[in-house]
Every structure is written in C-alpha cells, then in structure tokens.
T-cell receptor, first 115, second 112 residues
C-alpha cells in the first residue's frame, strides 16, 4: 500500500497570510492526526479527525483548523500566519481497530516557513 | 495531564556496545507506550509498542508501571541504529483519540 502522502512538501508564506496543507492517509485508514514539530517544542498534537468529525484537539489557538473529507483525506488550515508558525507539520493515519490504540503511520511532513 | 520525558538529548556509543535510551512518563491511567524512530532523511516510523512485547531490530522495551518508565534497550548496537528515537504515550478515553504525546527525542549515534 502507498504510505501517507502530504502536499505540498515545502511552503513559504508571509505573516498574515493563510495556508492550507493536505494529507492523504493510507488506503482504508479513517483516522488522521496532525502534529506540529519545532526544535523548541518538539512534536505537539494539533487535532484528530475520524469519519469527517474532529474528535480531539490539542492546545493550539483557533487559527489552526482542519477538516476531513468522505474519502478520509484531510486538510489543515492556518490563518493569519505568525513567525512562530514556522514548523514541520506532520500528519499520521491509523486504521482504528476497536478496543486498541492503533499504530500511527506518519507522512513526510510539510515544511512551512513564515517570513 | 500526560507527559513523556527523555532525559538524554544525545547518546553516543560504540558499535557492539549495549545501549539504553531512557523514557519516563506521567499519566494517571493505563497508558500505551511506543517507541518511534526517525532515520536520516526518512519519515517517523514505529519501532515497537509495549503491548506487542516484540523485539524489533534487536530492540526491546519493558513497561515498568512502578517506575513509570519504558526504556529502550539493545545489547549490541549497530551503526545502522544511528537515528532519532522518540518515546510516545497514548492515553485512554475521549481526550486521547488519535493523540500521541511525544518526548523530546534522543539522538543516538553509534560509532564504528
């Protein structure tokens, strides 16, 4: 099976702009989680979507949002970009077997640079 | 609140030496613990998880609930083990859906 794919791989934006990142999960996986990775804060959970519903959200401002489509593909959006939003954004998909915590399979990430 | 601590940012060993990467966690319930690894220019991937009780690439990890630790061990390190290693925790219940809490990571370098 093809792995998790993320597009674009690199983005450069300026402060105040907005950005949309895309994630295609492994075929058959219905849960998609998003993480922000920075040198200072490490890997931090943003949110998780399952069956087009956000089930969990991390401690990030409302400028960070996401959605999931019926084919399980997910997008995340960051509005009014700030310099501190520069980071590697990772998405991960999992199969979701009832009664257990599934392995998350990670994409290569989107490197966002805010100038 | 859940927290994962990896006390060593850098760890260097020589080939053939034993290696232990430390991981301590804080969680009020029964967590699931994972080790993820990121090799150079590759994506983050699962190395092992405690419920599987497997040995992957010679690595093992035992969950010690008394000491709240999940240390990763390998008796004889190889150069190809050089990578960044992350310990991660998943809790139970609705607030944990799809959420992994990661430690800061340990960069392991195995010298020839």
């Amino acid at each position: 099976k093809a792995g998790v794919t993320q597009t674009p791989r690199y983005l450069i934006k300026t402060r105040g702009q907005q950005v949309t990142l895309s994630c295609s999960p492994i075929s058959g996986h219905r849960s998609v989680s998003w993480y922000q990775q920075t040198p200072g804060q490490g890997l931090q959970f943003l949110f998780e979507y399952f069956s087009e519903t956000q089930r969990n959200k991390g401690n990030f401002p409302g400028r960070f949002s996401g959605r999931q489509f019926s084919n399980s593909r997910s997008e995340m959006n960051v509005s009014t970009l700030e310099l501190g939003d520069s980071a590697l954004y990772l998405c991960a998909s999992s199969l979701l077997v009832a009664g257990s915590t599934d392995t998350q399979y990670f994409g290569p990430g989107t490197r966002l640079t805010v100038l | 609140a859940q927290r994962v601590t990896q006390p060593e940012k850098l760890l260097s060993v020589f080939k053939g030496a034993p290696v232990e990467l430390k991981c301590n966690y804080s969680y009020s319930g029964s967590p699931e613990l994972f080790w993820y690894v990121q090799y150079s220019r590759q994506r983050l991937q699962l190395l092992l998880r405690h419920i599987s009780r497997e040995s992957i690439k010679g690595f093992t990890a035992d969950l010690n609930k008394g000491e709240t630790s999940f240390h990763l061990k390998k008796p004889f390190a190889q150069e190809e083990d050089s990578a960044m290693y992350y310990c991660a925790l998943s809790g139970a219940g609705g607030t944990s859906y799809g959420k992994l809490t990661f430690g800061q990571g340990t960069i392991l370098t195995v010298h020839p």
